[in-house]
Structure formats: structure tokens, C-alpha cells
């Protein structure tokens, strides 16, 4: 995991600061994705792309247009939290790049493209991986208890409303969605 991290090009002062934070506090953290064994864990978000631009959901609690993710369950990669979250939230169904769509997320770990590190509320600080999926252009049908607003934003609108955290993230996006066969 901490390979992966470190190998990232940061797109921003932003992400630097975040990716080195990431690279010592997994040396740090004894069980770093396990949200209850320490303040300070690994979260996973997903940057779902698709025809109609990238879908984005207004989170319950912050009131800020986000991307999905959220924390890990037990025994679960980054990558499987993002992607499960990602359908959780927005009742789609998701695939990796280039993957053909599937019913679990890979065992080996997808492309990391981008990191954050970020208040999490409640006291805690989430080391956030994001991971870039693909979506149809189905509209999203978040279930009960979910972020009811969730919506494909184009770039620009997408860009307009990101918060200073994932703005650089949609513009990694929008490239690798330019190039994806």
C-alpha cells in the first residue's frame, strides 16, 4: 500500500502534503484501516466517471458535493471499500478501467489516482485513497439512508462545485477518461 502511494506524481502542493502525511502514518499506524483503532485511518473514495461527466453526491452530514467512499469494512482493501461504497451511495453499478464490469472488486489493487488527507469529523482524520470507476449513463438511485442528491455533474459544473480537495482529482479524472478505450 505504501508503494503505491509513493509512486503517485502529486498533482498539487495539496496532494504532496497528503501523500507524505499517508506514507508515515502507514508506518506509523499499527492497523491503519480500522476507523476505531486509531483517530487517524485509511479511508476509501471512488472518482466515478462515465458519459455524462462525473457523479457526484452531496453528503448527508457535510452538505458538500463529494465523491463516494467512505470507511473500510473489516478485512477490506481501499479499493473494495471505494467500490462498495461508491454503488452503496449511488445505487449503480460500477466497473474498474479497463475491467469488464464485475460483481466484486479486484484482489489486486487498481490504479491509486489520487490522495488526500482530510478532517473526518467527529475528531478523526481520514488518509484518503481515491480510485477512479466507470459508470453508465444510468441515472444514480441512492437507497434509503443513503445521500438522497447524487447527480452527474459535467466537468466544468463538477469542477465548479468540488471542494479544494477534489477539484485535482477531477481534473486526473477527466484525462484518464479521455484515454480510456
Not at 499506524?29 to 483503532?37: H, I
Not at 472518482?47 to 458538500?64: D, E, F, N, Q, S
Not at 482529482?169 to 477527466?174: G, T
Amino acid at each position: 500500500m505504501t508503494a503505491s502511494v509513493a509512486r503517485l506524481t502529486p498533482v498539487d502542493d495539496r496532494e504532496a502534503r497528503s501523500q507524505q502525511r499517508i506514507v508515515v502514518e502507514l508506518g506509523r499506524l499499527a492497523r491503519p484501516f480500522n476507523q476505531d483503532a486509531d483517530p487517524i485511518h485509511v479511508t476509501g473514495s471512488a472518482i466515478v466517471v462515465g458519459p455524462r461527466g462525473v457523479l457526484l453526491h452531496r453528503h448527508k452530514r457535510l452538505g458538500m458535493w463529494l465523491q463516494p467512499g467512505g470507511h473500510l469494512e473489516p478485512g477490506e482493501a481501499p479499493w473494495e471499500a471505494a467500490w462498495r461504497e461508491a454503488q452503496e451511495e449511488t445505487g449503480l453499478r460500477l466497473r474498474w478501467p479497463p475491467l469488464p464490469d464485475v460483481a466484486v472488486a479486484p484482489a489486486a489493487a487498481p490504479a491509486l489516482v489520487h490522495v488526500d488527507v482530510h478532517d473526518g469529523g467527529r475528531g478523526h482524520t481520514h488518509l484518503d485513497l481515491r480510485y477512479l470507476l466507470i459508470g453508465s449513463d444510468a441515472d444514480p438511485a441512492p437507497p434509503p439512508g443513503e445521500s438522497p442528491e447524487a447527480r452527474w455533474c459535467g466537468w466544468d459544473e463538477a469542477a465548479g462545485m468540488a471542494d479544494e480537495a477534489l477539484a485535482p482529482a477531477l481534473v486526473i479524472a477527466r484525462t484518464e477518461w479521455d484515454v480510456l478505450p
